[in-house]
C-alpha cells in the first residue's frame, strides 16, 4: 500500500489512479503513454512485415505516423493538466475541508468515548460513500483501526458457522495479522491493546492455528513496512487455512 499525495488515501501501490480523488502521479502518465506508443509501433512493425498490407512507404506515410504521435501526445499532456485542474478545483476543496472538519469532530467525540463502532461508522462512510479522505483528522490511525476491527466481526460471523471459503479465511487473516503487527499508535494502547490481547491474539491461537512463535516468525514476510502486505500474507499462511476452526 501508499500514501495517495493528494488526498491521502491509503491505496494499492500499484494504480494509476487514485479511486477516490482521481489524482494520477506525473509516472502513472508516463506509463500510459509509453503504453500507447508501444501499441503503435508495435502495429506499425505488424504491418511492414506483412505484404499483403504494408503501407506505402515514403514521406507521407512517415509524416503520417509522426503526426498521429504528436497529437497522442498533446492528447496525453491536455489530460494531465485537466486532471490536475479537477482535483485543484476550489470548490471540491472547500467541499472536502468542511467535510473533514465536521467529521473531526465527530471523531474526537467518538475516540473521548472510546466508541469503537462509531469511529468506524464515520471513517467508513468517509472513505466508502462520499469518497472524502479524512487523512490528517486527528485520530484517523484509531478509525481505521476500528473500522477494520468492525469488519472482523463480522467475518467471524462466518467462521462460528463451521463454513469458510478461501477469500473469507484471507480477510479473516488479514483483520488479525493487521491488528497483531500494526493496528494502532501509542496513544490508542488504552482503547486497543484489550482488544488485541483479549480477542486478538486468542483468535489467532486458538482459532487460526499459529502460535506466537509463527507470527513472530511471520513478521519480516508479510510486511511492506510499515504496513503488513495482504498479498505477502496470502502466500505464507494460505496452507493453514483447512485448520480453521
Known sequence: MMICPNCGAEIEKDVDRCPYCGYMSKESVERKYHAVIKSIKDKTEKKEK?????????????TRIKVITLTIIALLVVL???EIAR????????????????AGEELEKAYKEKDIEKM??????????????????????AAIVSSNYMNLKQCLEVLDSGEIDTKEAEEITYYCFYFYYEAYDD?????????????????????LGFTIEDME???????????????????VTKKYYKNYK
Not at 506483412?50 to 512517415?62: E, M, N, Q, R, Y
Not at 468506524?120 to 485520530?139: E, M, N, Q, T, W
Open 187 to 207: 496513544e490508542d494502547d488504552e482503547i486497543f491493546d484489550p482488544i488485541r490481547n483479549d480477542e486478538i491474539i486468542p483468535i489467532i491461537t486458538d482459532r
Open 80 to 82: 494531465f493538466f485537466v
Open 87 to 102: 482535483n485543484l478545483f476550489p470548490s471540491e476543496q472547500a467541499y472536502a475541508s468542511a467535510y473533514k472538519e465536521i
Open 50 to 62: 506483412d505484404p499483403g498490407k504494408a503501407l506505402v512507404k515514403g514521406f507521407f506515410s512517415g
Open 217 to 235: 516468525g511471520f513478521r519480516d514476510k508479510v510486511m511492506y513496512p510499515p504496513h503488513v502486505d495482504r498479498t505477502k500474507i496470502y502466500k
Open 120 to 141: 468506524a461508522k464515520i471513517y467508513d462512510k468517509a472513505y466508502y460513500k462520499d469518497r472524502v479522505s479524512l487523512y490528517g483528522v486527528p485520530h484517523y490511525e
